[in-house]
């Protein structure tokens, strides 16, 4: 199989442009063809014995785009990936008033099998490389901007399907690669990391000192409850990932934020909302709510809207910051939780295959 490109820093292009003979400039245009979502053929700054040699065992992106679907409600549009192995994956592009944000995938499934979450269904089929995660940004940069010149994604949530600490050293690279300032150059501030609470990789995360935002989908006050609905919690209580949120935020100053899905009869009592309050109480963080999205193989309902009225008013009236989370592309199924392996057995187009 070939290698990707984008799998490479600028140092390591470097290195493959010298053992292929070439000047060390041609680096600089590969790096920048790269960078601009092009394919190798594309790249006609390049002498064409070079295009055909590096053809020989690159491709320059790990992915490609076979299909985009459009949410008539909110215009956000979910894209299917195609990896050169065959696999698929599948990422959504949201645009906000403070700019354009992606949702990247980090693994082909996930292993984690959150009662609420589609990406667990088929289990984990592989670990996505650093270049895969960093290609679907490429690719779809240049497909939302009006030339590959202009940057259109300008805020990266690492919360598509997988596990993002389970995939620990191609995420990380991932996260030096898209900072580098040489590529395109997105802050550390400008990006969010969800697991599903790996302490473990918490904590080594904190002392390597990357910064982005930490989301901790968190879902539950207690561990009875948190067990039921998230298999992490067996390996993980719920009071070892608090305190490991707390040494997140001692170590970088970035407030934690805790995603809550709203679960009918599971997680949105009164009594969830005061245990909530006193999980967190002392801790710097803000509670996402969300509506719970629906997914057609898991048997769990939103709650009421009341309900989640209720359950956020009691948050507030402790002290406990706390917003809704405007749901978007869920006609689609592009919404939290919903993204999946789907097109692997339909084919890109939908279809059987």
Known sequence: MKKILADYSFEEIEDIVEKLGEKRFRAKQIFEGVYQGKEICEMTNLPKSLVSRLEEKYVSCGVEIVKSLVSERDGTRKYIFRLIDGNVIEGVFMKYRYGNTICVSTQVGCRMNCSFCASGLDGLIRDLTAGEILSQILKVNRDAAEDTDKRSVTNIVLMGSGEPFDNYDNVTKFLRLVSDERGINISKRNISL??????????????????????????APNNGIRNKIMP???????????????????????????????????NDSRACALELVKLVRGLTCHINIINLNYVKERNLRSSSKDNVKEFMDILSSEGVSCTLRRSMGGDIEGACGQLRRRYISEGADGRKG
């Not at 919690?233 to 170590?251: M, P, S, T």
């Not at 970088?252 to 599971?266: A, C, H, K, L, N």
């Open 232 to 266: 992490v919690n067996k390996a993980f209580k719920i009071e070892e990932l608090v305190k490991a949120a707390k040494y997140y935020f001692d170590k970088t100053g970035r407030r934690i934020i805790f995603e809550y899905s709203m679960i009918e009869g599971v």
């Open 194 to 219: 969800s697991t599903s609470g790996l302490a473990d990789k918490i904590y080594r995360f904190a002392d390597e000192g990357y910064g982005v935002t930490l989301t901790i989908s968190l879902h």
